[in-house]
Nanobody, 121 residues
């Protein structure tokens, strides 16, 4: 009923920048929150950043000061601007959204397929 499509991943050198995008589509009545999680090989998936419908934001300690999350409500899209990238940022990044469906008017959690981000010299 809802699809999340990520884009913007790739390979970048340490100290470089990257911007991830995630567009939600489907039976969307409203979106409570959107965010980004990441999972590195052999590690547990962790929250990177999140933003609510009221534009409140939350960041992982490792992302504070380097990453910025934003959203375009008209496009149902969330962005993650990543600056000063480090090798430890290497992971698959997953888009998340808590969506109120038009069919039920109830909230559900959705996940994107993931986009690879690799930081290496």
């Amino acid at each position: 009923q809802v699809q999340l499509v990520e884009s913007g991943g790739g390979l970048v050198q340490p100290g470089g920048s990257l911007r991830l995008s995630c567009a939600a589509s489907g039976s969307i009545f409203s979106i409570y929150a959107m965010g980004w999680y990441r999972q590195a090989p052999g590690k547990q998936r962790e929250l990177v950043a999140a933003i609510t419908s009221s534009s409140s934001t939350e960041y992982a300690d490792s992302a504070k000061g380097r990453f910025t999350i934003s959203r375009d409500n008209a496009k149902n899209t969330v962005y993650l601007q990543m600056n000063s990238l480090k090798p430890e940022d290497t992971a698959v990044y997953y888009c998340y959204a808590k969506v109120v469906l038009t069919t039920t008017l109830l909230p559900y959690d959705y996940w994107g397929q993931g986009t690879q981000v690799t930081i290496s010299s």
